[in-house]
């Protein structure tokens, strides 16, 4: 299950200790219940800093709710997309999760975030606010599903020769240990939201600004984090979740020019170039 690629690969072949404890012949993955932990984690920050503002209770549940279920099915998705090879011979295995597994997290992003962007909009909740409450509620969520990833062992960086290379069970060599990597820039990423919420607050800046920076941190730290990981699939040199990555970051880089002061600098500079031109 490679979750910070978001690919959840075979477990049976790649592995570190992906099952926590058996009942019988009932086995409980590390990386499932991980995942579960990470979607209420993100579930109860979510509500915790909506309700905050003063969003309706029933709105933010529907939100999750809906966002929940586009995710899940974003995440198979762009998985068969990405992995057509693994379902052209039978395509009943896109919907067997059991027979082959195969999440993509960026496809559960993409899925969740257009889902939370068109609901705001239709039902009237203020979008500035919600990508605020993703910007701290998402990246915690993200360190439990890394802690997951690592216990299971199915994402697997590139091999390399350094002391705190790990070895895979399953992968020749000693590799770099990626979940660890994403772990500590998501908690850095955390602590610099959290520093620029407080002085979101004390500057009154515009709703939606917050969410916007995370955007912009998480797409370069994790942009940078890919060429460590053993990927799969590359487009031109770049994995593909480089390319969404980029995406990611335009579109906030997009929003941070016309939300927060982008287009009035910009316009100073041109007010500035043509004084100093009719000078």
């Known amino acids: 299950m490679a979750f910070g690629e978001y690919d959840i690969i075979d477990v049976t072949h ?11 012949p009932v086995h409980i993955y590390s990386f499932s219940v991980f995942l579960v932990l990470a ?29 929940t279920i586009v995710a899940s ?8 997309v ?7 011979d039978t395509l009943l295995k896109i919907v067997a999760l059991w027979v082959q ?22 039902w009237k909740v203020r979008l500035g606010q919600v990508l605020d409450a993703i910007a701290i509620a998402f990246p915690s969520a993200l360190v439990i599903g890394y802690i997951g990833s ?39 990423i955390l602590a610099v939201v959290l520093v620029l919420q407080n002085k979101s607050v004390k500057e009154k800046w515009p709703y939606g600004l917050l969410g916007i920076w995370f955007f912009i941190l998480y797409s370069l730290g994790m942009f940078v984090l890919e060429f460590m990981k053993d990927s799969h ?7 593909a979740n480089q ?34 031109l009719k000078r």
């Open 150 to 188: 690592f216990l299971d062992g199915a994402e697997v960086g590139k091999i390399v020769d350094l002391p705190w290379a790990i070895r895979y069970v399953g992968q020749v060599g000693r590799r770099h240990p990626v979940q660890i990597y994403e772990i500590i820039v998501t908690i850095i």
């Open 39 to 67: 979607w209420l984690v993100f579930s109860f920050l979510f509500w915790k800093l909506l309700r905050s503002n003063g969003t309706p209770e029933d709105k933010i549940f529907d939100l999750t709710f809906y966002a």
């Open 233 to 239: 699939v590359y487009w031109m040199s770049l994995s």
């Open 101 to 122: 597994p195969g999440l993509s997290l960026y496809g559960a992003f993409l899925g969740g975030i257009m889902t939370l962007v068109s609901m705001s909009r239709s």
């Open 82 to 88: 990405l992995h057509w090879e693994l379902f052209r």
């Open 243 to 276: 390319w969404i990555l980029i995406g990611v970051f335009a579109e906030a880089l997009g929003a941070f020019y016309v939300r927060g002061g982008g287009k009035e600098s910009v316009r100073q500079i041109f007010r500035s170039l043509q004084q100093k």
């Open 14 to 24: 790649n592995h570190m200790f992906p099952i926590l404890f058996s009942i019988g």
């Open 73 to 80: 099915i974003s995440a198979r998705g762009l998985f068969v």
